[in-house]
T-cell receptor, first 111, second 112 residues
Framework: KAGVTQTPRYLIKTRGQQVTLSCSPISGHRSVSWYQQTPGQGLQFLFEYFSETQRNKGNFPGRFSGRQFSNSRSEMNVSTLELGDSALYLC??????????FGPGTRLTVT | DQQVKQNSPSLSVQEGRISILNCDYTNSMFDYFLWYKKYPAEGPTFLISISSIKDKNEDGRFTVFLNKSAKHLSLHIVPSQPGDSAVYFCAASLSGGFKTIFGAGTRLFVKA
């Protein structure tokens, strides 16, 4: 089986812009979660989708949003980018929310 | 409010010796715990897990211990190998694992 894929791998944006990140889960996985990783902060949970519905949400501002499509692919959007949004964004898929399989991440740099 | 804490940012161990990585949690409702390993430029990979009904789970060189009364778990790697050098994340979740909380990670250095 192919693993979790994320596009793009690297992205540079300027403050105020918006960005959309994409994640394709492992075939058959219906749960997709998004995390933000910054140095010293570990993986901060953004949100989790299952069958096109957001089931859980972390403590991030409304500028962070996501969605899931009928084929389980997911997108994450960040509007009005701030310098502090620079991070590695990781997507993970799972069958029933147990062990998660992570993609390689998208490295976002906001200048 | 950090519900999952890894208080040691880094750990250095000699090859062949035991590596012990520690993790504390605050929410007694967590009932499933996991360890992930992360190499640079890659996403984390699942290593080993333990349910709250157990106090030990073993998989080859990796053993996870859970002490529910102390809200503490640890990962033992024996013997440690240079290829084990990575960042290790502890994670905890509620039933069904719909929302998983990760610790900040511990960077393990295994010296040859």
């Amino acid at each position: 089986k192919a693993g979790v894929t994320q596009t793009p791998r690297y992205l540079i944006k300027t403050r105020g812009q918006q960005v959309t990140l994409s994640c394709s889960p492992i075939s058959g996985h219906r749960s997709v979660s998004w995390y933000q990783q910054t140095p010293g902060q570990g993986l901060q949970f953004l949100f989790e989708y299952f069958s096109e519905t957001q089931r859980n949400k972390g403590n991030f501002p409304g500028r962070f949003s996501g969605r899931q499509f009928s084929n389980s692919r997911s997108e994450m959007n960040v509007s009005t980018l701030e310098l502090g949004d620079s991070a590695l964004y990781l997507c993970a898929s799972s069958l029933q929310g147990s062990e998660q399989y992570f993609g390689p991440g998208t490295r976002l740099t906001v200048t | 409010d950090q519900q999952v804490k890894q208080n040691s940012p880094s750990l250095s161990v000699q090859e062949g010796r035991i590596s012990i990585l520690n993790c504390d949690y605050t929410n007694s409702m967590f009932d499933y715990f996991l360890w992930y390993k992360k190499y640079p430029a890659e996403g984390p990979t699942f290593l080993i897990s333990i349910s709250s009904i157990k106090d030990k789970n073993e998989d080859g060189r990796f053993t996870v211990f859970l002490n529910k009364s102390a809200k503490h778990l640890s990962l033992h790697i024996v013997p440690s190998q240079p290829g084990d050098s990575a960042v290790y994340f502890c994670a905890a979740s509620l039933s069904g694992g719909f929302k998983t909380i990760f610790g900040a990670g511990t960077r393990l250095f295994v010296k040859a």
